[in-house]
Antibody, heavy 117, light 111 residues
């Protein structure tokens, strides 16, 4: 059974850097074709894709956020880490990681990140 | 690619069909011959779950009352007979252009 779980801070101040960790189980980040993506969802709004990393370390970023995002993986720890710099209140929302196979499935439970001074 | 869903909300009597449209501003047909259009359902308080991948393929465990169709820029998700458990927000998503873009969502309610 594939599962993913997000962890990281729940509250940040403007200009701070967000670091989120996605811990996976039930699959390996070294398996050909596998990817893990990050998606966020502001309260009451549609999801927004942020970044994706594949088993071969190929990385893709949202063009509008690329300058602020870094995605990395640690295969030995079964973790994918997303960093987002210069956080702003508009970045408030639930951040999800998801397994990228046929589509994005499954998703983690999500973690709510609030940016406020 | 901008994804536009219609309607934004619909109210359906149980047992009746429902249909959601998703239009892309650019063709979602990849040079590899596949079309990367997906459908998700987000139930209240839950993470989105994949229903349909690559236009018309039902994901594992998805009931056969859900079906997807379309091509290029116009796509449709149909529910043949709506059940109470189908309530939630439906999103389409594309992943052709080195990025992934979601539609704004369609909220399905039961009458």
């Amino acid at each position: 059974q594939i599962t993913l779980k997000e962890s990281g801070p729940t509250l940040l101040k403007p200009t701070q850097t967000l670091t989120l960790t996605c811990t996976i189980s039930g699959f390996s980040l070294s398996t050909s074709g596998v990817g893990v993506g990050w998606i966020r969802q502001p309260p009451g709004k549609a999801p927004e894709w942020l970044a994706l990393i594949y088993w071969d370390d190929d990385k893709r970023y949202s063009p509008s956020l690329k300058s602020r995002l870094t995605i990395t993986k640690d295969t030995s720890k079964n973790q994918v880490v997303l960093t987002m710099t210069n956080m702003d209140p508009v970045d408030t929302g639930t951040y999800y990681c998801a397994h990228r196979g046929s589509g994005f499935d499954p998703w983690g439970q999500g973690t709510l990140v609030t940016v406020s001074s | 690619s901008v994804m536009t869903q219609t309607p934004l909300s619909l109210s359906v009597t149980p047992g009746q069909p429902a249909s959601i449209s998703c239009k892309s501003s650019r063709s979602l047909l990849h040079t590899d011959g596949r079309t990367y259009l997906y459908w998700f359902l987000q139930k209240s308080g839950q993470s989105p779950q994949l229903l349909i991948y690559e236009v018309s393929n039902r994901f594992s465990g998805v009931p056969d009352r859900f079906s997807g169709s379309g091509s290029a820029t116009d796509f449709t998700l149909k529910i043949s007979r709506v059940e109470a458990e189908d309530v939630g927000v439906y999103y389409c998503m594309q992943s052709v252009y080195l990025t992934h873009t979601f539609g704004q969502g369609t909220k399905l309610e039961i009458k």
